[in-house]
């Protein structure tokens, strides 16, 4: 004989059905809640990371400004080096002439020389203008080399600061690969 399922018995069964139906359902509510955190955790690190981009782009900007300006102080250094060369060039042949000039002295000293008692109060005078001579001359040269290594000094910064703005560059570019990259495999 079978037995038929009283209604206590059917009031049992949806009250256990009713109360697996609750706990599912706040399991589901819990799920969900965690999901929105989560998904309120990521839209925080995607804010984030468009924050870092934008300040990355504006650091971009930048640097390229920078770098246009470093560029046009380059040009500029490099016309000043090919005006001190010319310059150079120029002293060395004023030199050249002078070394010519003192040579000639020296030769008029050594025929003075013969003529001393006779002119012995010009003679004074001549030893002084080829003292003079010769401090200028010496004069010439330590302006070149000064010159010169005031030029050397200068080259030296210039590629110093090259170098130095090509590694920030280089870590600007990284910084960027990294955070596209970021971006591209999150998105």
């Known amino acids: 004989m079978e037995t038929k399922p009283t209604l ?3 009031l049992d069964r949806l009250n256990a059905i009713e109360a697996q139906v609750i706990t599912r359902m706040d399991n ?3 799920h969900l809640t965690q999901l929105t955190k989560q998904v309120q955790g990521l839209e925080a690190q995607v804010m984030q990371l468009a924050g870092r981009i934008d300040r990355l782009e504006t650091q971009s900007t930048q640097l390229v400004g920078r770098i246009d300006g470093l560029e046009a102080q380059v040009t500029q250094l490099a016309g000043r080096i090919d005006r001190l060369e010319t310059q150079s060039t ?7 002439g002078l070394e010519a000039q003192v040579t000639q002295l020296v030769g008029r000293i050594e025929s003075l020389e013969t003529q001393v ?5 010009r003679m004074d005078g001549l ?4 003292g003079r001579l010769e401090e200028q001359v010496i004069a010439g040269f330590d302006v070149v080399r000064s010159e010169l290594k005031l030029m050397n000094r200068k080259l ?8 130095d703005h090509e590694a920030r560059l280089d ?13 591209n495999g999150k998105g």
């Open 171 to 183: 870590q600007l570019e990284d910084l960027t690969e990294a955070a596209l990259s970021a971006s």
């Open 90 to 96: 120029q002293l060395v042949g004023r030199i050249d």
């Open 156 to 163: 030296t910064v210039l590629a110093k600061t090259s170098l």
């Open 127 to 130: 030893d002084a203008r080829v």
């Open 8 to 10: 206590e018995t059917i």
């Open 117 to 121: 008692a006779q002119f012995a109060g």
């Open 28 to 30: 589901v509510s819990d």
